[in-house]
């Protein structure tokens, strides 16, 4: 049996091997009209931050977060870093996206205060301009922990954030406030 009329198209074969493997992935994911809620984010931003004390009064400090977009404008990268409380220094980083199968704002956070990633869910309500949603970490103790967070955008280079969480009677308090104000 003759083999040269195979070895022929052999190599034309080989290179459409390439070509059919790509025709079967779907299209690589892009930016959304979602994603702009993250891009909103991007930048520096100086954090004045109110940690609520265990006789209710706020602790303030300060920091600063900044914010990059990763992966091709799919997420949101976090930088955090400033002090929990005066003297007492605090970094985190986080990242978040927009899951399109779930239709929610999905993220990870880590920080110097805590042992563990947390995850979070979060919802975006384009008429209240607010993105609220709840985090599944580990408290200081080790504890299993769920918390809710509400970010507001009240104007153009401002954000407020608050985070609620049991409280020592176990309903809910305000835990945390952060405002944000964004550097030009």
């Known amino acids: 049996m003759n ?5 022929r198209w052999l190599p034309g074969v ?13 299209p690589m994911p892009t930016p959304g009209p979602e994603h702009e809620i993250l891009k909103a984010d991007v930048g520096t931003w100086d954090a004045a931050v109110e940690l609520m004390g265990p006789d209710g009064n706020a602790i303030a400090s300060k920091g600063v977060e900044t914010n990059t ?8 990268v976090t930088q955090f870093n400033g002090e929990l409380m005066p003297g007492m220094m605090f970094a ?6 927009y899951d399109s199968k779930a239709k929610k704002y999905v993220g990870t956070w880590s920080d110097s205060m805590t042992a563990g990633l947390a995850s979070s869910e979060s ?10 949603g ?25 954000r407020l954030m608050t985070l609620y969480a049991p409280g020592p009677d176990g309903k809910e308090a305000v835990m945390m406030r952060i405002t944000y104000t964004k550097r030009p």
């Open 92 to 97: 985190g980083a986080g990242i978040t996206a």
């Open 123 to 132: 919802t975006w309500d384009a008429g209240s301009k607010k993105l609220s």
């Open 69 to 76: 977009l990763g992966c091709n404008g799919m997420c949101l």
């Open 14 to 26: 080989l290179c459409l091997v390439p070509a059919l493997a790509a025709a079967q992935m779907p």
């Open 134 to 158: 709840t985090m599944k970490s580990t408290d200081p103790m080790g504890q299993p922990s769920t918390s809710r967070s509400v970010v507001e955008y009240p104007a153009a280079g401002k």
């Open 3 to 7: 083999r040269l009329p195979v070895l």
